[in-house]
Structure formats: C-alpha cells, structure tokens
C-alpha cells in the first residue's frame, strides 16, 4: 500500500468513525424513549461490537505485519508519554534528511495514525454501551421508586 493510499485510508476511517460517533448519540438519543428491555438488548449489542472490535485491536497490535509502534501498546499505562513521544518523534521526522529513512518513519506513523483511528472508534463504541448501560439502570431505578 502506497503512502497516499495509507492516507486515503486513514481519510475513510475518520469519516467512519464521525459517522460512527453520530449513531452512537442517536442511539443514546432514542433509548431515551425505549423501553428498559429494548435498551438493555442494545446496550448488549454494543458490549458485544465492542468486545469484538478490541479484539481486533489486539490481534492487529500483535500481528508481526502490523506498524504499530510500542508506544501505541503502551498506551493505557500513560496518555501523556504517549503524546511526548509522537511529538518528539514528529520532529526527529522534520529533521530527517535522508529520503529512506524519511519515508519508512512516514509509513509507521501513517500505521500508527490509522491504529489511533481504530482505538478511537473502539473507544465510541464502549462509550456508547455505558451510555445505553447507565440508561438502562436509570430506567430500572425510576420504576422501583416508582412502585
């Protein structure tokens, strides 16, 4: 895969991940005025996407083919040295001279833009099953105040 079609991609995915954002609030919107047991089965549905698409994750972090740098493993233990690295890495890359080197730095960070974009959509979706979750408790609590 070329380097433009690397971004290309990368392009796509963030639009998926916009429209992906948005169903995730419409849905949060709607479960609203769903019945407790209709949210509760989406809320499952979405604990369910989002466990697969982690594990997909996963597999791609691990996969020997994949271009994900160790910082991107390393991400949960700490968010911020992960953005000094990519800074830091950003300008080794400005300064860098040698066309070569240049273009296999620009192919790791191009992995690593797409594998950020797929942390974020894996993000969205265990976000929206909070959401759809806290719903469905909320819902649960009202009716025995209620009763």
Do not use: C, P
């Not at 160790?70 to 953005?83: A, E, G, P, T």
């Not at 730095?105 to 992995?111: G, N, S, V």
């Not at 976000?127 to 009763?147: G, K, Q, S």
């Amino acid at each position: 895969m070329t380097t433009s079609e690397n971004l290309m991609n990368a392009s796509q995915k963030l639009a998926e991940l916009s429209g992906r954002a948005k169903q995730a609030e419409d849905r949060a919107a709607a479960a609203r005025t769903e019945a407790r047991a209709d949210v509760q089965h989406s809320a499952d549905e979405a604990r369910k996407a989002a466990e697969a698409h982690a594990e997909e994750l996963h597999d791609t972090a691990n996969a020997t083919t994949a271009h994900v740098s160790s910082s991107w493993n390393d991400l949960q233990k700490s968010w911020n040295q992960h953005i000094s690295k990519l800074r830091h890495d950003v300008d080794a890359r400005k300064a860098e001279h040698d066309a070569r080197k240049a273009e296999h730095r620009a192919e790791f960070a191009e992995a690593d833009a797409l594998f950020a974009i797929d942390y974020a959509y894996a993000t969205i979706e265990e976000a929206e099953a909070a959401v759809l979750d806290a719903i469905t408790t909320r819902m649960e609590a009202d009716e025995l105040v209620a009763h």
